[in-house]
């Protein structure tokens, strides 16, 4: 099943849960905006080439479109629209005065030189800056895209409409980036994983972790969890997999990955199967990298008794099934990665305000949006005898359609 057909029958089973009405339910899921442009650049060989760019701005009830900008071969129409409901209820659940977007650009960046990948931000820019804006929809980096990209675009939009640092988050710190933006979804991983933990009497430090995906989310969440006292037992990425069933050094294998590029010859740990990984004998799995990865071939497998989705989407609805069958919780991923777009929040804030914050600051207002969120969905789960992604999901969806209907959505 794909992501749009996962997220529309989560969306419709809250929706039964919370008996909303079927007009509304029609109008909450319908984006409010779907732009698709053309992208053409010259190449550094004088060649033209052509790009199709994507932007779906889904709702925009509770406040300002929010959502990531990725480049690569993979974007389409489907996946940005899932991707841009899903930000919507996201934010809903963190409770953050925002709606949902998302774009994208089919392309592949690592075939592109930096001054292609400046050209086609700022064509993409140009395309779509009067549909963007600070209180209209503020892209942010996603996969394939970085704080570089942000610069550019915020350099386009201000040649049209003034210096507007507010109007992209996830900026360089030298250009109104927030501290503590780069850390943020791993670190609010850690802190949705500790909430969940002692509701369960549990702590991070007497339990065993494995993590798949060592890029920036699984990384600052290995490192995370390392230094409070949890024992990472295995991780992975594309260039393979290690284990340590006595703990890995996650200081020690993030110098060697920075060093060598990979994950292999590591010598504090021994290779394995990177299949073999999210079947590891473990307490708490964390899927940190693409959608799909627990799927009805492996979920029969899966020996972790705690999954924290970090990943968009890890989880394919018939595995969600076989694994609540089996008692293991699923802590989901509208709320557990919902960190970044939690500070990109308080980034946006600053920005505005023209006030920066200090590290210590956006960390601490970070786990009390995160703990009261957590709060604030388990008193769904109770309300509606459900469990926690249906907690989640109602959660989410009927912020947004108390919002709707406030502002007289029938009128």
């Known amino acids: 099943m794909n992501a749009l057909a996962a997220t529309n029958r989560n969306f419709r089973k809250a929706s039964r849960i919370l008996g909303l009405d079927s007009k509304l339910e029609k109008s909450l899921l319908i984006p409010f905006r779907e732009i698709k442009v053309e992208c053409t650049i010259p190449k550094d060989d004088g060649t033209l080439i052509s790009y199709i760019g994507f932007r779906v701005q889904h709702d925009n009830a509770r406040g300002p479109m929010k959502g990531g900008i990725r480049y690569h071969p993979e974007v389409n129409h489907d996946e940005v629209n899932a991707l841009a409901q899903l930000m919507t209820w996201k934010t809903a659940v963190v409770d953050i005065p925002y709606g949902g977007a998302k774009g994208g650009i089919g392309c592949i960046p690592k075939d592109l030189s930096i001054s292609e990948l400046e050209r086609l931000t700022r064509v993409f820019t140009q395309k779509i800056h009067d549909l963007i804006g600070i209180n209209t929809d503020v892209p942010a980096p996603d996969m394939g895209t970085n704080s570089q990209t942000m610069a550019w675009m915020l350099d386009e939009y201000s040649k049209f409409h003034g210096h507007s640092p507010a109007i992209v988050t996830g900026k360089p710190i030298d250009l109104g980036g927030s501290l503590g933006r780069d850390a943020a979804t791993g670190r609010g991983v850690v802190y949705a994983t500790d909430a969940l933990l002692s509701e369960h009497g549990k702590n991070i430090k007497d339990l065993t972790f494995v993590i798949q995906g060592f890029g920036n989310v699984g990384a600052w969440a290995a490192k995370l969890i390392h230094e409070k006292g949890g024992k990472v037992i295995a991780v992975s990425d594309i260039t393979g997999a290690v284990k340590n069933p006595n703990g890995l050094d996650i200081a020690a294998l993030l110098n060697h ?155």
């Open 257 to 411: 990955k920075e060093a060598t590029g990979t994950l292999i010859d590591f010598s504090g740990g021994d290779l394995m199967d990177s299949d073999e990984l999210l079947t590891q004998e473990c307490d708490v799995l964390i899927p940190c990298a693409l959608g799909g990865v627990l799927n009805r071939e492996n979920a029969d497998h899966i020996k972790a008794k705690f999954i924290i989705e970090a990943a968009n989407h890890p989880t394919d609805p018939e595995a969600d099934e076989i694994l609540c069958k089996k008692g293991v919780v699923i802590l989901p991923d509208i709320y557990a990665n919902a960190g970044g777009v939690t500070v990109s929040y308080f980034e946006w804030v600053q920005n505005i305000q023209g006030f920066m914050w200090d590290e210590e600051k956006v960390n601490i207002e970070l786990e009390k949006y995160m703990t009261k969120a957590f709060h604030n969905l388990k008193n769904m789960c109770k309300s509606h005898n459900c469990n926690l992604r249906m907690g989640a999901f109602t959660l989410g969806v009927n912020r947004v359609a108390r919002a709707t209907m406030l502002r007289g959505w029938e009128a």
